[in-house]
C-alpha cells in the first residue's frame, strides 16, 4: 500500500549509459515531481508534470527527459551518463500544490555513476 | 526567485531536553506556504510541519511546534522533549501559492539527539 513508489532503490551505473527511474503514486493526485538531492543532501527541482502535462522543466540537462504516460506515473530518463549525475533522485506527488498541500515523497533512488 | 536558508548546518541537544531550529526565506509574495520536513537515515522525507502564510497562529503538531514570523520571514522549528528517533536532517522548504508551487528547500540540519 505504498503511496509513492520509485523502482530501483539503489542504480549503479557506468558513463555514458542510458539509465530509467519509474515512479508511481497511487494516490490520485494530479502533480507529480522530480528532485535531485546532491551529495550535500541540498534538494532542487527538476521538473513537475499535472495530469501529464509538463509545468516545471528547471534548468536541467536535456539528456534528462520525463515521461508521464498516465496521471499515476512519472518517469526519468538519462541519457549518457555523467559522473556528476551520480545523486539520490526523488519523486513526489501533490494533491492541490496551489492550496499548499504537502509533497508526499517516494523513498528515493540513489545513482551512482562510476 | 525564492531562496530559503538554514544557518544551522548541524545541531545536538540531549535527550528530553528542547532545541529549535532555525529557517529564514527571500520573498516577495505575501501568498505562500510553509514546511519542516524530516530525513531520517532511511532517506524517506517525511512531513513534519506546515504552515499557511495568511495564518498568524503558530502550527503545532504534538512535540513539534513553529515560531512564524511574517515580517522577519522567518520559520523556526521547536522540537520538545526530544528523543532519539528525532535525529535527522531537517529541511525547511517553502511554496508560493501561485505560479510553479514547486518546494524551495533550504540546506538542511543535521540534528543528532544525545542519549
Known amino acids: 500500500d505504498t503511496a509513492v513508489s520509485q523502482t530501483p532503490k539503489y542504480l549503479v551505473t557506468q558513463m555514458g549509459n542510458d539509465k530509467s527511474i519509474k515512479c508511481e503514486q497511487n494516490l490520485g493526485h494530479d502533480t507529480m515531481y522530480w528532485y535531485k538531492q546532491d551529495s550535500k543532501k541540498f534538494l532542487k527541482i527538476m521538473f513537475s508534470?499535472?495530469?501529464?502535462?509538463?509545468?516545471i522543466n528547471e534548468t536541467v540537462p536535456n539528456r534528462f527527459s520525463p515521461k508521464s504516460p498516465d496521471k499515476a506515473h512519472l518517469n526519468l530518463h538519462i541519457n549518457s551518463l555523467e559522473l556528476g549525475d551520480s545523486a539520490v533522485y526523488f519523486c513526489?506527488?501533490?494533491?492541490?500544490?496551489?492550496?499548499?498541500?504537502?509533497?508526499?515523497f517516494g523513498q528515493g533512488t540513489r545513482l551512482t555513476v562510476v | 526567485a525564492q531562496t530559503v536558508t538554514q544557518s544551522q548546518p548541524e545541531m545536538s541537544v540531549q535527550e528530553a531536553e528542547t532545541v529549535t531550529l532555525s529557517c529564514t526565506y527571500d520573498?516577495?509574495?505575501?501568498?505562500?506556504?510553509l514546511f519542516w520536513y524530516k530525513q531520517p537515515p532511511s532517506r524517506q522525507m517525511i512531513l513534519v510541519i506546515r504552515q499557511e502564510a495568511y495564518k498568524q497562529q503558530n502550527a503545532t503538531e504534538n512535540r513539534f511546534s513553529v515560531n512564524f514570523q511574517k515580517a522577519a520571514k522567518s520559520f523556526s522549528l521547536k522540537i520538545s522533549d526530544s528523543q532519539l528517533g528525532d535525529a535527522a536532517m531537517y529541511f525547511c522548504?517553502?511554496?508560493?501559492?501561485?505560479?510553479?508551487?514547486?518546494?524551495?528547500f533550504g540546506q538542511g540540519t543535521r540534528l543528532t539527539i544525545n542519549p
Open positions: 513526489a506527488s501533490s494533491p492541490y500544490p496551489d492550496r499548499g498541500t504537502e509533497a508526499f
Open positions: 522548504a517553502y511554496r508560493s501559492a501561485r505560479g510553479a508551487q514547486k518546494l524551495v
Open positions: 508534470y499535472n495530469n501529464k502535462e509538463l509545468i
Open positions: 520573498t516577495s509574495e505575501s501568498d505562500y506556504y
